[in-house]
Nanobody
Framework: QVPLFDSGGGLVQPGGSLRLSCQAS????????MGWYRQAPGKQRELVAV???????NYADSVKGRVTISRDNAKNTVYLQMNSLKPEDTAVYYC???????????WGQGTQVTVSS
């Protein structure tokens, strides 16, 4: 397994900002991409953002323009900077990792993001 440690969630007011981080422990070879998914109660888990080892990024339409994903390959760490947060962003956010030539998904434990007045 690849242990992932995601953190940075919390309670924030609408329009506020939050920065999530996720670090994969140990020495990991052949990482293809790391990203973030989120899941609200009663809803399907959905992709928020993903970044490849080379730095290419993709974002869900719902967060595009408000969210920036970045990574530090030397630290096996990915970040999610979230700005202009809305109540509909409320969810548990999960870090995700994919290796090259490995169909498995590796997941963090999840960090709760709550956007409310």
């Amino acid at each position: 397994q690849v242990p992932l440690f995601d953190s940075g969630g919390g309670l924030v007011q609408p329009g506020g900002s939050l920065r999530l981080s996720c670090q994969a422990s140990g020495s990991i070879f052949s990482i293809y991409a790391m990203g973030w998914y989120r899941q609200a109660p009663g809803k399907q888990r959905e992709l928020v953002a993903v970044i490849t080892y080379g730095g290419s990024t993709n974002y869900a339409d719902s967060v595009k323009g408000r969210v920036t994903i970045s990574r530090d390959n030397a630290k096996n760490t990915v970040y999610l900077q979230m700005n202009s947060l809305k109540p509909e962003d409320t969810a548990v956010y999960y870090c995700n990792l994919k290796k090259q030539y490995d169909p498995r998904n590796y997941w963090g434990q999840g960090t709760q993001v709550t956007v409310s007045s």
